[in-house]
Structure formats: C-alpha cells, structure tokens
C-alpha cells in the first residue's frame, strides 16, 4: 500500500495529520479484502490515536458530541488492518476487516442505498 514511501509511526502520523478548523480530519473506511469503500467518518487526534493503537475503528461523532467505537452497540465491528494518510495528510484512509453492516441503516456499505446517475467517462 505504501509504494516504498517511508512509513509512519504512530506518534508521526498524529503529528503529521491536517486536522481541519474544527478539529476533525475525515477517515474513509475500506474493506481490506475486496477494497471495497465501506463509509466515512470523522476523527479528532485522540479518535485516531485510539484507532492507531487499540485495533478498532473509533470516530468522534459530530451530532453526538462523544467518541463511538464501531460495533460496540452493534457487534458490527471494524478490526484495523491498515492505515495511510493521504497525500496532503488531510484525509486518513483505514483498511479493515468488516463484521457486519458498516452502515447504520444495516447496509454493508454506505454507498449502497442511492446510486448516482453520472456519466461514465471510459464509455463516452
């Protein structure tokens, strides 16, 4: 996944992060066995600490003002396989073994429930 580009430590990869205004930096959960793009979160630095060192998938929730550890109410878990920040270090990537629905509404992913009519640039 890295393409030989050094990889990160942990404590260089929470110093490294661009977090926004706001104090979030957005986390794109994938599936590490088919690549599949599961959803998007939102982490502070001490979500992504979390995630970096405990093994599991933990965002900060913007509604609910509280940190949420994916799948402790649920059981649909999310195991940390991988992580990279992207090139501008202002988007973190996380690749995981899903268990279950990534999404609340009980979908695998996220992205299923409403397809968008684009024009597919390879076809035209």
């Known amino acids: ?62 509604s609910r003002q509280e940190y949420w550890r994916k799948g402790d109410t649920s059981g649909h878990i999310q195991v940390v396989r991988s992580a990279a920040l992207d090139c501008d270090a202002d988007v973190l990537l996380v690749r995981v073994d899903q268990t279950g629905a990534a999404c609340h509404t009980g979908a695998h992913s996220c992205f299923d429930t409403h397809p968008v009519d684009a024009v597919d640039g390879a076809a035209a």
Not at 10 to 28: H, I, S
Not at 37 to 43: D, E
């Open 1 to 62: 996944m890295t393409d030989g580009a050094p990889v990160l430590d942990r404590d260089a990869a929470l110093t490294t992060a661009r977090f926004g205004a706001d104090g979030l930096l957005p986390a794109v959960v994938q599936e590490h066995a088919t690549g599949e793009v599961l959803m998007l979160g939102w982490m502070d630095r001490e979500a992504m600490r979390r995630t970096l060192t405990e093994g599991r998938v933990t965002f900060w929730s913007r």
